[in-house]
């Protein structure tokens, strides 16, 4: 296959993506005035549900510009050879392999969070400030980013430091050994991303004695289930949205709840709550897709591995030589397809495994409380009562809340 072409049929994903994304959001945005679920009638009053629409508008209109703004981006990168200027400034500033595919990868990177980073900054201060939901400080905005930055830098810049270290020393089984170290690598991330990580951005302290914590231990003796370490995290540092999730694999698994649904709900509520979560330790959904991300590293992994090679590829962006990283990005977007496909697919596990997870905790006897538990939630974060079937099809890890409540209620 001749470049050009290979060029044409990047140039048509990126274009195919973005329409494909922008039919998905109007299609959204045309069920938002469908009329509410009778279910679903004690959800929002009058004024909140007014409130909540205009949220859900807002955020549709910025997410068009936003998203206009970011293909303007690449197709610019694509008509323009932007990639391989980058790669000949980065080229300019090491002969070292390693040290100029870092520095290709560094400076893509940051410009596009410069570039990208006055809409962060008008979503967060703007629009979630309007709503109320907002809590974060301009202090801990740039700190936050400042962490980010410099993980990403450490992290992200060891492991594609080791990767392309391993595809020079061996080309034609790279892919093993970058499986083996990425596998590693989240294994690791899964049992400590809560001593951490999670520290450089939160507090996060046991839970204190008293009656949520007791009922949160009978509930645990009930369903047989050691809950030795539950964790309250200061969620109301950055925004009003509240949430509890489940962390960590073996001895270090641990339940943390945010404060600010501490504030919001009733203990039994929180109870339910946890027992959904406990359900989904139960039925192994940690592991599941754990196992099931592996597989698909190490099958991409395997693709790339037979085209990182590829001068086609690389000419393709405008680079004459065959270059890994410029066939990395070529790859990403010739893969983009297939990923968003696997995504549909594991959405669709992901939405079985939540109902799983429902259907645990009403065996327990809290499916009303549950209902309400899931009602105050989307009430509270302001979620969308009549999402499209489509979009929830394609790109719903949780089943919408009115099937969920149906499912509660049987
Ligand atoms: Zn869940």
């Known amino acids: 296959m001749s470049s050009e072409i290979l060029f044409l049929i990047i140039f048509s994903i990126v274009v195919i993506g973005f329409f494909f994304e922008q039919i998905m959001d109007f299609l959204n945005a045309s069920w938002f005035n469908k009329p509410i679920p009778e279910e679903l009638k004690d959800v929002y009053d009058f004024d909140k549900y007014k409130k909540q629409q205009e949220y859900k508008t807002e955020n549709y209109r910025f997410g ?14 694509l008509l323009f050879d932007g990639f391989a200027f980058v790669d000949s400034l980065a080229g ?7 040290l100029k595919t870092l520095m290709f990868f560094a400076i893509i990177f940051l410009a596009m969070d410069v570039l990208t980073m006055p809409f962060s900054i008008y979503h967060t201060f703007v629009i979630e400030k309007k709503y109320g939901f907002n809590k974060t ?3 801990t905005y740039i700190f936050d980013k400042i962490k980010s930055l410099l993980l990403m830098a450490i992290l992200g810049g060891g492991l594609l430091s080791l990767i392309i270290w391993f595809y020079e020393l061996n080309p034609e089984y790279f892919w093993l050994f970058a499986w083996g170290l990425v596998v590693a690598f989240s294994l690791f991330m899964n049992m400590f991303y809560s001593v951490l990580i ?3 951005f939160n507090k996060q302290t046991p839970l204190e004695d008293g009656e949520l ?3 949160i231990m009978k509930f645990g003796e009930q369903a047989g289930f050691n809950i030795s370490k539950i964790f309250v995290i200061d969620g109301s540092k950055r925004s009003t949205k509240a949430n509890a999730y489940f962390s960590g694999m073996g001895p270090k698994k641990r339940i943390v709840l945010y404060d600010t649904l501490i504030d919001e709900m009733s203990v039994d509520e929180i109870v339910a709550v946890l027992a959904h979560e406990i359900g989904h330790y139960k039925h192994k959904h940690i592991y599941k897709s754990m196992f099931a991300s ?6 991409t992994l395997f693709i790339f591995g037979l085209f990182a090679g590829s001068a086609t590829l690389s000419q393709a962006l405008g680079v004459e030589t065959a270059s890994f990283h410029i066939a990395l990005i070529a790859f990403g977007i010739i893969y983009s397809p297939l990923s968003s496909l696997i995504g549909i697919v594991s959405a669709i596990f992901s939405r079985r495994a939540e109902y799983q997870a429902d259907d645990f905790a009403a065996k327990y006897g809290l499916a009303n409380e549950l209902i309400s538990a899931l009602k105050k939630l989307t009430s509270h974060n302001m979620g969308n009562l009549t999402p499209h079937p489509w979009v929830v099809f394609t790109s719903y890890s949780h089943p919408p809340v009115l099937q969920r409540v149906r499912n509660l209620m049987k």
Not at 67 to 76: E, R
Not at 92 to 98: F, K, M, P, Q, S
Request: with cysteine; hydrophobic share 55%; aromatic share 8%.
């Open 64 to 77: 068009i510009i936003s998203s206009v703004f970011g293909f303007i981006m690449i197709v610019c990168m």
């Open 92 to 98: 300019d500033l090491t002969e070292n392999y390693i």
């Open 137 to 139: 400080t301009v202090k």
């Open 198 to 200: 999670v520290p450089m």
């Open 213 to 215: 914590k007791d009922a």
């Open 294 to 299: 592996i597989i698909e590293t190490g099958v």
